[in-house]
């Protein structure tokens, strides 16, 4: 059964550089800045169908497309790098020219006079970012709660509480605050009506006794 190449009816004329939807609804690009946004329209615009890995972002030629900071420049390339949108081939300097950069969800067809490999070149790098979780700021949450020791320090194990010693049952202290020798006066024993004396000697009577025990 023979194929039948149709042409998209909204196709567009001209060169351009192909930016595929899964990249643009990607964690990678949608949390990018709107300078690294823009910084990589300027990559693409460079990209001609077989130069993937020999784009630059020197700074004369972005001076003429309205980038007159160097700075600004500077650190949407590296959010760029970071985020696995762009990966740089080759190291630039003053007799070698800038900096060459490749956009990793196109292949790279040349690989001659480019510092990366084929088997360096990760196509698709832009996608790690869509495995990492997002990192909420909880620092020294775990510590707290996996903590051997409370989060104020070890517990001192006393042996008493600071204040002194517990008042024990019945109202009794169990160590007098002034020492453990103090004599506390016995309630009054019930006398008995009649006690036994010498022989010869009872019925003494109970008031006399009460009276010598006072």
Same mark, same amino acid.
């Given at each position: 059964?023979?194929?039948?190449?149709?042409?998209?009816?909204?196709?567009?004329?001209?060169?351009?550089?192909?930016?595929?939807?899964?990249?643009?609804?990607?964690?990678?690009?949608?949390?990018?800045?709107?300078?690294?946004?823009?910084?990589? %329209?300027?990559?693409?615009?460079?990209?001609? /169908?077989? &130069?993937? $890995?020999?784009?630059?972002? *020197?700074?004369? =030629? #972005?001076?003429?497309?309205?980038?007159?900071?160097?700075?600004?420049?500077?650190?949407?390339?590296?959010?760029?790098?970071?985020?696995? %949108?762009?990966?740089?081939?080759?190291?630039? /300097?003053? &007799?070698? $020219?800038?900096?060459?950069? *490749?956009?990793? =969800? #196109?292949?790279?067809?040349?690989?001659?006079?480019?510092?990366?490999?084929?088997?360096?070149?990760?196509?698709?790098?832009?996608?790690?970012?869509?495995?990492?979780?997002?990192?909420?700021?909880?620092?020294?949450?775990?510590?707290?709660?996996?903590?051997?020791?409370?989060?104020?320090?070890?517990?001192?194990?006393?042996?008493?509480?600071?204040?002194?010693?517990?008042?024990?049952?019945?109202?009794?202290?169990?160590?007098?605050?002034?020492?453990?020798?103090?004599?506390?006066?016995?309630?009054?024993?019930?006398?008995?009506?009649?006690?036994?004396?010498?022989?010869?000697?009872?019925?003494?009577?109970?008031?006399?006794?009460?009276?010598?025990?006072?």
């Amino acid at each position: 059964m023979a194929k039948h190449n149709r042409k998209p009816v909204e196709s567009v004329t001209g060169s351009y550089t192909p930016l595929v939807h899964v990249v643009l609804d990607s964690v990678a690009l949608m949390g990018a800045s709107h300078t690294a946004r823009s910084l990589l %329209l300027e990559l693409m615009r460079q990209h001609t /169908g077989s &130069n993937n $890995g020999r784009l630059h972002l *020197a700074q004369g =030629w #972005l001076r003429k497309r309205g980038w007159k900071s160097g700075d600004t420049i500077q650190r949407a390339k590296v959010e760029l790098l970071k985020r696995g %949108l762009i990966v740089q081939t080759r190291q630039g /300097g003053l &007799n070698t $020219g800038p900096c060459l950069f *490749a956009l990793t =969800w #196109l292949p790279i067809a040349n690989f001659v006079g480019l510092e990366l490999r084929p088997s360096e070149y990760h196509k698709g790098a832009w996608h790690f970012m869509d495995k990492m979780p997002s990192v909420k700021n909880c620092e020294g949450s775990s510590v707290s709660r996996t903590g051997a020791d409370p989060s104020g320090g070890l517990v001192e194990n006393r042996a008493s509480p600071s204040h002194g010693s517990k008042t024990a049952l019945m109202g009794i202290a169990a160590s007098p605050s002034d020492g453990n020798n103090e004599c506390l006066p016995l309630p009054p024993r019930k006398a008995s009506a009649a006690v036994v004396g010498r022989k010869g000697a009872s019925g003494i009577k109970r008031q006399a006794i009460a009276e010598t025990l006072q």
